[in-house]
């Protein structure tokens, strides 16, 4: 599959409009192998970029490539090696699983008798095994969100572009798609790029994040870098809590008050030290003292605040 | 116990026929074919539907009856004539290539509006484009594919008929090696206006489906359409005069494929003569379909360009 270390896509200065509609904005991407969650809100250009990096539409301005092939003159070659699971119902209903999804792998350049077998190998892996002689029609929305799944990589695509996977699924199809999706990137290798907004969704499968907003990337990174630092560690002390508080600030720490608790923000691993020895320098007990871990929601939340904070009079989709 | 299969570590199960293992995924390894295996299989996937394969068999009523109504008389003639002696003479010159191709003209129309749709609409409707337009094919193929489909259809009625009454004349000829040094160029003749018709037909009948998602709607408009702008034609050929009226019957698309069977399969036909019923060489008619065929074409990729 992809090596480790080299970027599955990269883009220069990626931008595409319609008209006077940005819908993205000179986007500079590096992205690893992996599982890479594509975060933003409606209208931020998550589509737009899916399109472009399949080679269905044509960029504006910039260049970008993914898996080494230019998206403006190798979509063949792109689609040949990458697969799509669209967000929307796209499911023939008067067809039987079985036969769908070798007709995909066909489509995809499988030979026919190996396209059967494979269908038949990638639906079980999916979830639907006997059901997959049935009619499309009679499956429930769990078991549609499954076939679409297994027509996405039953050519085993390297890459597999996921635009909410989990869209419309119970809580028990949700985890179950979760699971899949974690075992085709985490024991297949196939790397997965998902577009949702169902943020747990993204923090649990991904190991890399980039947050569109109004067609712009306000941030992108590892999971881990993004939530790392940027949590808080609640502290309940016996004593004066404002001299605590004023020694801590006077100290360097970034202290807030949150329901009568004092939250320090945790920075690096040395605010604890910080925190017990001031307490020991003013006589103060320590009552309590807990972490509290920034999510993804946290990250994405002030990210979105902070980038439609600016406006540059340029027209964006959105 | 996860409820997804093939979870690693999934033991073997151990039974009275021996053990089940799980292998895991596997990647595939096999041969991989080109677009044009693409374009192939989807050719063969749409005809397939068109004829209602693996459908309920409401679906198969249309194509069966329309196999049954192009079919059924050629066969039976040939039998006939194989049987009785006496009349093999009299319906060989009644029920010629012409005659056999008119009669089959408006089957082509009704087939292409039942079979077109059936072509695009539904992808569309359902939504399937995205899914389509995700592999490694280009528009250009989808729809090369869609017009073959249709094409190889519309050709199986249009052609087929007409060489089953062929190889029927042959085998009932006094002479049957003879019959054929006497008629070299039947085949070829056939098979030009059986493919004329065909894409003539399947071109008109894609373009309007591409422009709705409902099967019923798009062959309304495709039978409506056909009916009506003959009519305003003859009707306007019938209310102006001048040299130039004669032109009008070019425009007259329901009845450029009388025109064009009349001119390479009919008695009358022959270089610099027009076509029985025709105000001008069956040649020009060539013109029409090429031209109809052509802007079909274009339109039919402009809107697939503007498809997301």
Redesign the interface.
């Known amino acids: 599959?992809t090596q480790p270390d080299t970027p599955i896509v990269v883009s220069r200065g990626l931008l595409k409009a319609y008209g006077s509609v940005v819908a993205l904005d000179r986007l500079d991407l590096e992205v690893p192998p992996g599982a890479i969650g594509l975060l933003g809100p409606n209208g931020a250009g998550k589509s737009t970029l899916i399109?472009l990096l399949?080679g269905?539409i044509k960029p504006t301005e910039g260049v970008a490539s993914v898996l080494g092939l230019d998206i403006a003159s190798e979509g063949?070659?792109i689609?040949?090696r990458?697969?799509?699971m669209?967000e929307?119902?796209?499911?023939?209903?008067?067809?039987?699983a079985a036969?769908f999804v070798g007709?995909?792998a066909?489509?995809?350049?499988?030979?026919?008798r190996?396209a059967r077998l494979?269908a038949a190998?990638v639906l079980?892996?999916c979830?639907v095994?006997e059901e997959r002689y049935r009619l499309i029609k009679e499956f429930s929305t769990g078991m549609k969100q499954r076939v679409k799944l297994a027509?996405a990589i039953v050519?085993?695509p390297a890459l597999v572009f996921l635009d909410e996977p989990t869209n419309g699924m119970d809580p028990a199809g949700r985890e179950?798609m979760l699971?899949?999706i974690n075992?085709i990137h985490r024991?297949?290798g196939i790397t997965v790029l998902l577009s949702s907004h169902i943020l747990e969704d993204v923090e649990r499968v991904c190991d890399y994040v980039l947050l569109l907003d109004q067609g712009r990337l306000v941030q992108h990174g590892t999971v881990s870098s993004l939530l790392a630092g940027g949590g808080d560690i609640l502290v309940e002390i016996d004593g004066d809590r404002a001299a605590f508080a004023e020694a801590l600030a006077a100290r360097g720490a970034v202290v807030t008050t949150q329901d009568g608790v004092l939250a320090v923000r945790h920075t690096e691993d040395q605010v604890f030290d910080l925190v017990r020895d001031t307490a020991a320098d003013l006589d103060v007990a320590l009552r309590g003292l807990r972490v509290r871990s920034q999510s993804l929601e946290d990250v994405y939340v002030q990210q979105v605040a902070a980038a439609s904070g600016g406006n540059d009079g340029v027209e964006r989709a959105g | 116990m996860?409820?997804?299969?093939?979870?690693?570590g999934s033991a073997p199960a151990a039974g009275p026929y021996g053990e089940i293992f799980d292998r895991?995924?596997?990647?595939?390894q096999?041969?991989?074919?080109?677009?044009a295996?693409?374009v192939r299989?989807?050719t063969l996937?749409s005809m397939r539907r068109a004829l209602g394969v693996?459908?309920?068999w409401t679906a198969k009523i249309i194509p069966i009856f329309l196999y049954a109504a192009a079919f059924v008389p050629v066969v039976t003639i040939i039998g006939v004539r194989a049987l009785v002696t006496q009349v093999s003479a009299q319906l060989a010159e009644g029920f010629n290539y012409s005659f056999l191709a008119a009669a089959i003209s408006p089957l082509l129309l009704i087939y292409a509006a039942a079979a077109a749709p059936e072509m695009l609409c539904?992808?569309r409707r359902?939504?399937?484009l995205?899914?389509?337009?995700?592999?490694?094919?280009?528009r250009v193929d989808y729809l090369l594919a869609k017009v073959l489909a249709l094409g190889l259809l519309m050709g199986s009625i249009a052609i087929v008929p007409l060489l089953v009454l062929f190889v029927g004349n042959t085998l009932l000829a006094d002479a049957p090696l003879t019959y054929l040094r006497q008629h070299p160029g039947d085949i070829g003749r056939i098979l030009i206006t059986g493919t004329l018709l065909s894409v003539y037909y399947a071109a008109i009948g894609l373009v309007i489906a591409a422009f709705t998602a409902r099967k019923g709607v798009a062959a309304a408009l495709y039978i409506g359409f056909i009916t009506i702008e003959t009519g305003v034609v003859e009707a306007l050929s019938l209310a102006v005069s001048g040299a130039w009226k004669d032109y009008l019957d070019l425009f007259s698309l329901g009845n450029v494929p009388d025109r064009i069977v009349q001119w390479l399969l009919g008695p009358a036909s022959g270089a610099g003569s027009a076509p029985v019923g025709a105000p001008l060489q069956g040649w020009t008619y060539l013109f029409t379909v090429a031209a109809v065929v052509t802007v079909c074409g274009v339109v039919m990729h402009r809107r697939y360009l503007a498809e997301?």
Do not use: W
Request: charged share 30%; net charge negative.
């Open positions: 599959m399109k399949l269905l063949v070659q689609r040949q990458t697969g799509y669209p929307s119902d796209c499911l023939p209903g008067d067809v039987t036969d007709h995909m066909q489509m995809s350049g499988l030979p026919a190996a494979r190998e079980y892996h979830g095994d027509q050519h085993d179950e699971e899949l075992r024991e297949v | 996860s409820s997804v299969p093939g979870d690693a895991g995924y596997q990647h595939y096999g041969r991989r074919e080109g677009r295996h693409a299989a989807l996937y693996k459908k309920r539904d992808d359902e939504n399937v995205p899914l389509y337009f995700s592999r490694a094919i280009t997301e």
